[in-house]
């Protein structure tokens, strides 16, 4: 064989090798999660329930234990190159070290790369150590941190549970005026277990 022979064997194996470990690299980071990007889009309590919200907060001698019902939807973005079945999640809001409400999200499918709207129903706790951190600020506004879990899977086959850990800002002088602009999502960590 001539060496002209053995370079162009040897060039060809060797481009071939380099095509199918950038091949492999590309379906690798075509299949690895990302994380969504989500925001509440609507956050709709009864006029009686909001004005009962915020005199409970306002109230300086409270010291009993209310729950509210609200009915919140989110807007997330599924990020990925493939659909995710999602299932119900459940999550907690503590404020500071009271846990101030929680959160069960309706299953759903997320087509690739899409938003979709995601219903949930929020019970909202409010206790002494909630109107008291609220007070203690001076401000309408309050940081929040929501925990939680949910179910997802994708591609048909792969399970997993995807956990947020997200800080929200909530304006409580815009419930009875503005509801859908009350609640801004600020930084998030995800984790997923397979």
């Not at 997320?110 to 929020?122: E, F, K, L, R």
Request: charged share 15%; hydrophobic share 45%; glycine share 6%.
């Amino acid at each position: 064989r001539s060496p002209a022979a053995m370079w162009t064997t040897r060039s060809l194996k060797l481009c071939s090798g380099f095509v199918l470990f950038v091949l492999a690299l590309y379906v690798l980071i075509s299949v690895w999660p990302r994380n969504p990007v989500w925001s509440v889009s609507s956050f709709r309590a009864d006029p009686q329930v909001a004005k009962e919200i915020l005199r409970v907060y306002k109230d300086p001698s409270f010291n009993g234990s209310r729950t509210f019902p609200i009915n919140v939807t989110a807007s997330a973005q599924n990020r990925n190159h493939f659909d995710l079945d999602v299932g119900a999640g459940h999550f907690v809001v503590t404020l500071g070290n009271a846990q101030i409400g929680e959160i069960e999200s309706s299953p759903l499918v997320i087509a690739a790369a899409q938003w979709a709207d995601v219903p949930a129903a929020v019970t909202w706790s409010i206790g002494p150590e909630a109107v008291q951190s609220a007070q203690r600020t001076g401000s309408t506004k309050i940081s929040a941190i929501i925990t939680g879990s949910v179910p997802i899977r994708c591609l048909g086959i792969v399970k997993a549970t995807l956990s947020p850990t997200c800080k929200v800002d909530v304006d409580l002088a815009l419930l009875d005026k503005c509801p859908d602009d009350m609640v801004e999502v600020g930084q998030c960590s995800w984790s997923f277990r397979f």
